[in-house]
């Protein structure tokens, strides 16, 4: 398997303007998390959805955050209006349903937004 | 969430064991203790995990204490691909999220 893919790897955005975040997670898994990563947070959980169902979205920092999960194998994490204090590096993991299963973290998305 | 505290930092020389402590003084009984490595400008990865027992796996070892109120991850024979920030983690049963600390950035002088 791949392991869970993210796309773009880099983003550069101007403030206001929408950005998408994409992620293929690994054939099969139940789970799937939206991370985001920032010097001063650190690792964030902002989503995590169970066969393609929002399990808890405590994390999403405001309303310009949405995070979709159309079908199994595809998620996208989209930011409308974009700021400056959205840049970040973005992960996404997958994994089993089982507590013994390890999440697998995605490369990472890094944004930039001027 | 219940929370983990390590150490900011720590030094190995390379080829000798490392050992990571990790203090979850709050740990209930359905916490997992798992612990993942981000090694620089990649995402974080799984390393290993446990409830009550020692683990053992190829990447290191995991030693939990009798009242699961801590444990210490080791690395048998740290190498200069071992330097990244460690990261010590409970994992409920009760729902399957893993929060992220700040972690332990490990250095391996060669």
């Known amino acids: 398997d791949a392991g869970v893919i993210q796309s773009p790897r880099h983003e550069v955005t101007e403030m206001g303007q929408e950005v998408t975040l994409r992620c293929k997670p690994i054939?099969?898994?139940?789970?799937l998390f939206w991370y985001r990563q920032t010097m001063m947070r650190g690792l964030e959980l902002l989503i995590y959805?169970?066969?393609?169902?929002?399990?808890?979205d405590s994390g999403m920092p405001e309303d310009r955050f949405s995070a979709k999960m159309p079908n199994a194998s595809f998620s996208t994490l989209k930011i409308q209006p974009s700021e400056p204090r959205d840049s970040a590096v973005y992960f996404c993991?997958?994994?089993?349903?089982?507590?013994?299963?390890?999440?697998?973290f995605g490369n990472g998305t890094r944004l930039t937004v001027t | 969430d219940a929370k983990t505290t390590q150490p900011n930092s720590m030094e190995s020389n390379e080829e000798e064991p490392v050992h990571l402590p990790c203090n979850h003084s709050?740990?209930?009984?359905?916490?997992?203790i798992h612990w993942y490595r981000q090694l620089p400008s990649q995402g974080p990865e799984y390393v290993i995990h446990?409830?009550?027992s020692n683990v053992n796996n190829r990447m290191a070892s995991l030693a939990i204490a009798e009242d699961r109120k801590s444990s210490t991850l080791i690395l048998h024979r740290a190498t200069l691909r071992d330097a990244a920030v460690y990261y010590c983690?409970?994992?409920?049963?009760?729902?399957?999220?893993?929060?992220f600390g700040a972690g332990t950035t490990v250095t391996v002088r060669a």
């Open positions: 446990g409830l009550t």
């Open positions: 709050t740990i209930s009984g359905t916490d997992y």
């Open positions: 959805f169970n066969n393609n169902v929002p399990i808890d």
């Open positions: 983690i409970l994992r409920s049963s009760n729902d399957y999220k893993l929060s």
């Open positions: 993991a997958s994994s089993f349903i089982s507590m013994n299963s390890p999440l697998h």
């Open positions: 054939s099969g898994h139940d789970y």
